[in-house]
């Protein structure tokens, strides 16, 4: 109840939620109270979350933030949220998010913005929560939530967690299964928890997480008990910085957290090395032509017929074109497009093949550090939050601010941001953690030194 006149007094002004399930959240909990009474129930029993609106949940509308979807009930329910519901969680409703998980200030929701709690000192200006998975981000800093689902494909777990000064973590990928969750790029897309700090998260990544038979992607291997690595410390611990982050005009206070991050680690006894990524100025070029060609093949099935609402016209052809055009946002249609040119005959060797072939050659660049070093240590994001009215009218600009979360995305390795410091302004600054293929214990014993 506290939650929820929370978000009656607070989500006005935030828009954190797309919708919201009041009663059936005041039902779960009743039924989370009895089965408590009874000294039983689930690790999470009761304890109130938010889903992002890219999770289908069974008769609760799911949107994607899309037009296309904006009357979407989904007759199923996503396995992440299978999972959580069956350890005792209960559901405020959906958050919102860039469309169908696209963009990084949350700024490209056909159900307006959501916004930032934190604001710069002195200021009232409203910023962005980060993105895409904004509304789970701005919904956990103001407490509306105990913690929230996100996905990230491209640092959308990680930007709008250091945006917001909470934790989150997008796991190795195959962790979490897919199975459920609307698709944006198939080979990158992994979801993950966002909460307050590491302990929360990890308490929901178990959860979360586990093998799937509906998603052939998902790696049969068990799930340990992330809680029971958060005080493992980092003694002896072999953690990178990896020098080609150390991009050109970033902002000194980014570059000085990073040494306060590097500094802590070393005090609590870890071992810092440099290391070489060499085809990091790569990450952001190919990530933007492989997660468009997804996008473009997956965003195919909402043609007014098979998925998505439908605008009537008199021919086949001009339904599936009126459809498509009412109801995609503008970010969706400029990515459908480039995705549809780097895969169509004549361009596909020279954009998607280079980009497969060149992302190999990131994931290459890990393991090799890797035979040095345990994890990597970067700054999440080369910014603190921007305002809403800052948005570059370059969306190539845009895509700049996943410059350091994009490359372990294409390497399919576990990454997390925790909240570091502020900055000049007062804002959250995260500070992120690569790991090992299914580490992400050791990602979160080093990010609970941090945090
Ligand atoms: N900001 C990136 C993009 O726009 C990443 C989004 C994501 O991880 N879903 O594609």
Known sequence: EAHLSAIERLDGSLNSFITTTPESALKAADAADATLAKGEGGELCGLPLGI?????TNGTRTTAASNILRDFVPPYESTVTSNLLRDGAVFLGKLNLDEFAMGSGNLNSAFGPAINPWKRNGSDENLVPGGSSGGSAAAVAAGLVLGATG???GGSIR???AYTGIAGIKPTYGRCSRFGTIAFASSLDQAGPMAKNLQ???ILLRSMAGFDQRDSTSVDTPVPNYEAALNRGVKGLRVGIPKEYHADGLPAEIEALWQQGINWLREAGAEIKEVSLPHTKYGLPTYYIAALAEASSNLA??????FGSRVKADSLDAMYEASRAAGFGEEVKRRILLGTHVLSSGYYDAYYLRAQKVRTLIQQDFLKAY???DVLLTPTAPSSAFALNEKPSDPVQMYLNDVFTVPASMAGVPALSVPAGLDGQGLPLGLQLIGKFFDEETLIAAGHVLE
């Open 52 to 56: 992002k609106d890219l999770f289908c």
């Open 301 to 306: 099935r909402y043609d007014g017929l098979r």
């Open 151 to 153: 996905t990230d494909t």
């Open 200 to 202: 929360d998260c990890a």
């Open 159 to 161: 930007q709008p967690a």
């Open 371 to 373: 035979e040095d070093v």
